[in-house]
């Protein structure tokens, strides 16, 4: 197997004294062994001199590399120009023979946003020998950008009571270096207030080799995405970075104001201390989110990677799974998946076993705060484009009379059950995926049936609104570039809701939920999902390990097989199609479950992702408009003026995102706006949480 790529040089000037062949650009990145090679024959009898160039341009971007006088003997040599390469985007290279010869030839480079090098800044603590920086968590930091040349004095977090906010520090050295571990002091603020060191979660963050990009927006590299935790030393290779995630999570009574701490970071032959300041809003994000989640989770993978057979050793690591969720603000499709409700029938009439699930379900909206589930109902079918599953009901078929009293018995009895508790507006049916056309007529006598015999429960489908689905769903979930504002809004005033969803589509350019992606997307996304008025947002899966077709002997190792492959949908086992890399995948199993092959139980929780944060990030700051809107309308003697500055807080710029597929890659204009908004918070008065 091999990888790399074509780029052609257009000649733009040429020399009938020489014949030029350029050999290599190099690595041909920020921070690479960049320099271009080239052979020239002198075809003359003479030296002739010239001065070797590099130039690069990018819009009002120049830069120029020359190399020095050099005479060019008759006969043939080889030269070796050095440049630098500033940062992502698309370049034109530019190489140039001057003085006596003149030839030029221009080369585009088109480098994705993983080399991106214009952010960061350099800590105290970096020296030469092991250059140490900062960056936003919003960077996908490769491992050979430079260390910046912008300095700082320490780390900035910045968050609100009950949020967690996260930076990367990141070390460069020049020679290997060994066990390195990092912890974190307690973090003293005002009135000697303290931010206990135990909320301070520092993570490794891991790379992934990408070896098929997903699409234009990608390159075959590796990309750093999961976040496992320290549990031992590190070992560091000279020349690459290597990021730690650094991850502060605000208690709810923590007092507002900035607090001051370090992190310690040791190995063998270093040691250095990292100012770190965090700085706590004077306001709190509520446990549950306003933005309604809806994700899906394999609870069958875990028990299969973790090698879970004991039913005390399934629950002690389901609980960990669901904490994680609840801590990025993200509801599971099934919140529930060992306390399922039973049903038993006596003749055509269902009766229930409500306790266990009702404990599970109390727990899961209550304390973790998970704002959705998906219902389960038996005997509606179901199906995809790609195939259904007829209705049946206790054996009998949909146009038989037993079938229509079974049905209705059991959904009013749910439906009853989800009243009498307040979980209507939490469950919804979610039994069909992305019907085609020739789908609409069964989906709709599905839709038919719930509406008869649960008027109260909430339809929801994944597709856009058509005429032939008007009075089906009332919960639309297109995915998000098939969301049209104006046949969305008819709909919207009926009281209509919509989500809408990310999957192996869209790719580039719109924003996706890819490791081969910038990290800012599934942040933009959210607040995209804010200036169009949508409630929701769903993602099909969030631990798809391994695909059956793609391995049909064993299980996927995501760590090294980063690819989301096609599964079900009559993938031929042995089949390997891709979908994207890290398509629903957004947490990985824990590292000794990599791919199965731990010999026992391994009794630890998820490992997130940088994108998993990403999407918590993008939920809270939905959070950050929502609580600023409210405040908004309980202050109506705000004087005219000051009404309009801050309510225009509430519409986003287009420096997050000008349209679907225009957006920043640089997370510096969500950070500025989401401060805008916190201060803002802090005017009205905003303390508490709701």
Same mark, same amino acid.
């Given at each position: 197997?091999?990888?790399?790529?074509?780029?052609?040089?257009?000649?733009?000037?040429?020399?009938?004294?020489?014949?030029?062949?350029?050999?290599?650009?190099?690595?041909?990145?920020?921070?690479?062994?960049?320099?271009?090679?080239?052979?020239?024959?002198?075809?003359?009898?003479?030296?002739? =001199?010239?001065?070797?160039?590099?130039?690069?341009?990018? =819009?009002?971007?120049? %830069?120029?590399? !020359?190399?020095?006088?050099?005479?060019?003997?008759?006969?043939?040599?080889?030269?070796?120009? !050095?440049?630098?390469?500033?940062?992502?985007?698309?370049?034109?290279?530019?190489?140039?023979?001057?003085?006596?010869?003149?030839?030029? %030839?221009?080369?585009?480079?088109?480098?994705? /946003?993983?080399?991106?090098?214009?952010?960061?800044?350099?800590?105290?603590?970096?020296?030469?020998?092991?250059?140490?920086?900062?960056?936003?968590?919003?960077?996908?930091?490769?491992?050979?950008?430079?260390?910046?040349?912008?300095?700082?004095?320490?780390?900035?977090?910045?968050?609100?009571?009950?949020? %967690?906010?996260?930076?990367?520090?990141?070390? &460069?050295?020049?020679?290997?270096?060994?066990?390195?571990?990092? #912890?974190? /002091?307690?973090?003293?603020?005002?009135?000697?207030?303290?931010?206990?060191?135990?909320?301070?979660?520092?993570?490794?963050?891991?790379?992934?080799?990408?070896?098929?990009?997903?699409?234009?927006?990608?390159?075959?590299?590796?990309?750093?995405? !999961?976040?496992?935790?320290?549990?031992?030393?590190?070992?560091?290779?000279?020349?690459?970075?290597?990021?730690?995630?650094?991850?502060?999570?605000?208690?709810?009574?923590?007092?507002?104001?900035?607090?001051?701490?370090?992190?310690?970071?040791?190995?063998?032959?270093?040691?250095?201390?990292?100012?770190?300041?965090?700085? *706590?809003?004077?306001?709190?994000?509520?446990?549950?989110?306003?933005?309604?989640?809806?994700?899906?989770?394999?609870?069958?993978?875990?028990?299969?990677?973790?090698?879970?057979?004991?039913?005390?050793?399934?629950?002690?690591?389901?609980?960990?799974?669901?904490?994680?969720?609840?801590?990025?603000?993200?509801?599971?499709?099934?919140?529930?998946?060992?306390?399922?409700?039973?049903?038993?029938?006596?003749?055509? /009439?269902?009766?229930?076993?409500?306790?266990?699930?009702?404990?599970?379900? #109390?727990?899961?909206?209550?304390?973790?705060?998970?704002?959705?589930?998906?219902?389960?109902?038996?005997?509606?079918?179901?199906?995809?484009?790609?195939? &259904?599953?007829?209705?049946? @009901? @206790?054996?009998?078929?949909?146009?038989?009379?037993?079938?229509?009293?079974?049905?209705?018995?059991?959904?009013?009895?749910?439906?009853?059950?989800?009243?009498? +508790?307040?979980?209507?507006?939490?469950?919804?049916?979610?039994?069909?995926?992305?019907?085609?056309?020739?789908?609409?007529?069964?989906?709709?006598?599905?839709?038919?049936?719930?509406?008869?015999?649960?008027?109260?429960?909430?339809?929801?489908?994944?597709?856009?609104?058509?005429?032939?689905?008007?009075?089906?769903? =009332?919960?639309?979930?297109?995915?998000?570039?098939?969301?049209?504002?104006?046949?969305?809004?008819?709909?919207?005033?009926?009281?209509?809701?919509?989500?809408?969803?990310?999957?192996?589509?869209?790719?580039?350019?719109?924003?996706?939920?890819?490791?081969?992606?910038?990290?800012?997307?599934?942040?933009?996304?959210?607040?995209?999902?804010?200036? &169009?008025?949508?409630?929701?947002?769903?993602?099909?899966?969030?631990?798809?390990?391994?695909?059956?077709?793609?391995?049909?002997?064993?299980?996927?190792?995501?760590?090294?097989?980063?690819?989301?492959?096609?599964?079900?949908? $009559? %993938?031929?086992?042995?089949? +390997?199609?891709?979908?994207? =890399?890290?398509?629903?995948?957004?947490?990985?199993?824990?590292?000794?479950?990599?791919?199965?092959?731990?010999?026992? !139980? *391994?009794?630890?929780?998820?490992?997130? $992702?940088?994108?998993?944060?990403?999407?918590?990030?993008?939920?809270?700051?939905?959070?950050?408009?929502?609580?600023?809107?409210?405040?908004?309308?309980?202050?109506?003697?705000?004087?005219?003026?000051?009404?309009?500055?801050?309510?225009?807080?509430?519409?986003?710029?287009?420096?997050?995102?000008?349209?679907?597929?225009?957006?920043?890659?640089?997370? /510096?204009?969500?950070?500025?706006?989401?401060?805008?908004?916190?201060?803002?918070?802090? +005017?009205?008065?905003?303390?508490?949480?709701?």
């Amino acid at each position: 197997q091999v990888h790399g790529a074509t780029r052609f040089a257009a000649v733009l000037q040429a020399d009938p004294r020489l014949a030029v062949a350029i050999r290599s650009l190099g690595d041909a990145l920020p921070g690479g062994r960049n320099a271009v090679s080239l052979t020239v024959e002198n075809r003359t009898a003479g030296t002739l =001199n010239c001065r070797p160039v590099v130039h690069l341009a990018r =819009n009002a971007v120049t %830069a120029a590399y !020359p190399a020095g006088e050099t005479g060019l003997a008759p006969g043939t040599d080889t030269l070796s120009l !050095p440049y630098e390469i500033p940062g992502a985007g698309t370049w034109d290279l530019e190489v140039a023979l001057e003085g006596e010869v003149d030839f030029r %030839a221009q080369v585009e480079l088109f480098l994705p /946003t993983l080399y991106e090098s214009a952010y960061g800044a350099r800590l105290p603590a970096s020296t030469d020998e092991v250059g140490l920086w900062w960056a936003s968590s919003g960077w996908k930091v490769s491992r050979t950008r430079p260390v910046p040349e912008e300095t700082a004095p320490a780390v900035e977090i910045k968050a609100a009571r009950g949020e %967690a906010e996260a930076a990367q520090v990141v070390l &460069r050295p020049t020679r290997p270096l060994h066990g390195l571990t990092a #912890t974190a /002091t307690d973090l003293t603020g005002p009135h000697g207030k303290v931010l206990p060191a135990d909320r301070v979660e520092l993570l490794r963050v891991r790379y992934v080799p990408v070896t098929q990009p997903t699409d234009q927006a990608g390159a075959a590299d590796w990309w750093p995405d !999961p976040l496992p935790p320290l549990h031992q030393p590190l070992d560091l290779a000279a020349g690459q970075n290597q990021p730690l995630w650094v991850r502060v999570t605000i208690p709810e009574p923590t007092a507002p104001g900035r607090y001051q701490g370090s992190l310690h970071l040791a190995a063998t032959g270093y040691e250095v201390t990292v100012p770190l300041e965090v700085e *706590v809003f004077d306001f709190g994000l509520p446990r549950r989110p306003t933005c309604t989640t809806a994700f899906g989770f394999s609870w069958g993978n875990v028990v299969q990677y973790q090698r879970l057979e004991r039913e005390a050793d399934q629950r002690r690591v389901l609980d960990l799974y669901l904490r994680d969720f609840s801590s990025h603000r993200i509801a599971p499709y099934d919140p529930a998946p060992m306390d399922r409700f039973q049903v038993t029938w006596e003749g055509l /009439t269902p009766r229930f076993a409500w306790e266990d699930w009702d404990a599970a379900m #109390t727990r899961a909206i209550d304390t973790l705060g998970f704002n959705s589930f998906d219902l389960p109902v038996q005997g509606l079918g179901s199906g995809t484009f790609h195939d &259904r599953r007829e209705p049946e @009901l @206790l054996g009998y078929k949909e146009n038989t009379p037993e079938y229509q009293d079974a049905f209705g018995a059991y959904l009013r009895g749910i439906e009853e059950h989800l009243a009498a +508790r307040g979980w209507l507006n939490e469950a919804y049916v979610y039994w069909f995926d992305e019907p085609d056309l020739k789908d609409y007529d069964f989906v709709m006598n599905g839709f038919a049936k719930l509406r008869r015999h649960g008027p109260r429960i909430r339809r929801m489908l994944t597709e856009q609104p058509e005429p032939a689905l008007v009075d089906g769903p =009332n919960i639309w979930c297109p995915v998000s570039d098939a969301f049209d504002p104006d046949r969305a809004a008819p709909r919207m005033a009926t009281g209509e809701t919509f989500w809408w969803y990310v999957c192996t589509g869209p790719k580039a350019p719109y924003a996706g939920l890819f490791i081969d992606h910038p990290a800012t997307e599934l942040r933009v996304w959210l607040w995209q999902t804010w200036q &169009r008025g949508i409630k929701g947002i769903l993602v099909w899966q969030t631990n798809y390990w391994t695909s059956e077709a793609a391995y049909p002997e064993g299980l996927q190792n995501p760590y090294e097989d980063p690819m989301g492959w096609v599964s079900g949908y $009559s %993938a031929p086992a042995g089949a +390997r199609q891709a979908w994207g =890399n890290g398509d629903g995948r957004f947490l990985y199993p824990p590292e000794a479950a990599a791919a199965g092959a731990a010999t026992g !139980p *391994v009794l630890e929780g998820p490992v997130a $992702s940088i994108r998993w944060e990403m999407l918590r990030d993008g939920v809270e700051d939905y959070e950050y408009l929502v609580i600023l809107r409210d405040l908004l309308a309980s202050h109506p003697e705000l004087p005219a003026g000051e009404r309009q500055a801050l309510a225009g807080l509430l519409e986003v710029p287009a420096s997050i995102t000008a349209g679907m597929t225009s957006f920043t890659t640089d997370p /510096t204009p969500i950070e500025a706006r989401r401060l805008a908004v916190a201060r803002a918070i802090e +005017r009205l008065g905003g303390k508490g949480t709701r």
